[in-house]
């Protein structure tokens, strides 16, 4: 596909491009250290809004992955940056975890389960019955319904997990109330995570595993669009979508003499 003269700045997803359960994608280590001394500005995308940054940052620390905690940006960042955008100093009901609350709590928002703004549905390993009908009330009762990501089901050692995207499908069944999904494949998650770096479209690449969100979200988003073949999708795989990625790779270790 097309070839860009110049990245200036570069947008990576995490699972399935840096990390395999937990494990690094061998390159990996070499690629993020040669970004690191380039000084070109880049971040680490992921969907998963469970984790702060900091607690990210220590993961990939132990996965040999030197990412500073500032060079992460998650669904629940953009999450709580969206929210502030829309109704500063807002209250919201949160199904979630530490990732979360802890970006709501940053942008000055009330948590509580009494006439909130919001209804905020984020990634949990433990979803409540009883959480999820008190949302499921709220939203009734007038509350917007906002969800992290779109992500029906998550990794685990022991198989598929069912995530945000599947309990919000539920929520949705029961209330007639579709979700605003602030995540990946929603561009608006790349453009602020490009903001927050000074980068423009034009001389930005976005490295991803997945061409429903990754590679889609990077290319509404007007950036140059890398898929690897270490995560979801596969070669034979790419023709089934109406769009291409700019290019394609085996991993980003094929990517570290391009910085």
């Known amino acids: ?50 984790y702060t940054a900091r607690d990210l940052s220590v993961r990939l620390s132990a996965a040999g992955l030197g990412v500073p905690s500032e060079s992460i940006w998650t669904s629940a960042v953009a999450t709580a940056e969206f929210l502030d955008d829309q109704r500063a100093g807002g209250s919201a009901y949160v199904i979630g ?7 709501l709590h940053e942008v000055g928002y009330v948590l509580t389960d009494l006439d909130p703004d919001y209804v905020v549905l984020g990634e949990t390993r433990t979803y409540s019955f ?41 929520i949705t069944k029961a209330t007639g109330v579709d979700p605003y999904f602030v995540g990946k494949p929603n561009p608006r998650m790349m453009r602020s995570a490009l903001n927050a770096i000074g980068g423009h479209s034009e001389t930005t690449a976005m490295i991803g595993d997945r061409m429903d969100t ?43 003499d391009r910085i």
């Open 1 to 50: 596909m097309t070839e860009r003269t110049r990245i200036d700045s570069w947008l990576s997803d995490m699972d399935g491009v840096l990390v395999h359960e937990g494990r690094p994608i061998p390159g990996a280590d070499e690629f993020i250290k040669r970004l690191s001394e380039s000084g070109k500005p880049f971040r680490v995308l992921t969907n998963n809004s469970i």
């Open 214 to 256: 990754d590679i889609v979200c990077g290319m509404e988003a007007g950036l140059y669009t890398i898929l690897v073949l270490t995560g979801v999708t596969t070669r034979d795989e790419i023709d089934r979508f109406p769009y291409r990625p700019s290019l394609v790779v085996d991993s980003v270790a094929d990517l570290i």
């Open 97 to 103: 975890e530490a990732g979360l609350t802890t970006a």
């Open 130 to 170: 009883t959480q999820i009908t008190r949302a499921i009330r709220l939203i009734e009762g007038g509350a917007r319904f906002i969800a992290t990501n779109p992500d029906a089901i998550g990794p685990s050692t022991e198989g598929s997990l069912p995530a945000c995207g599947a309990v919000a499908a539920m």
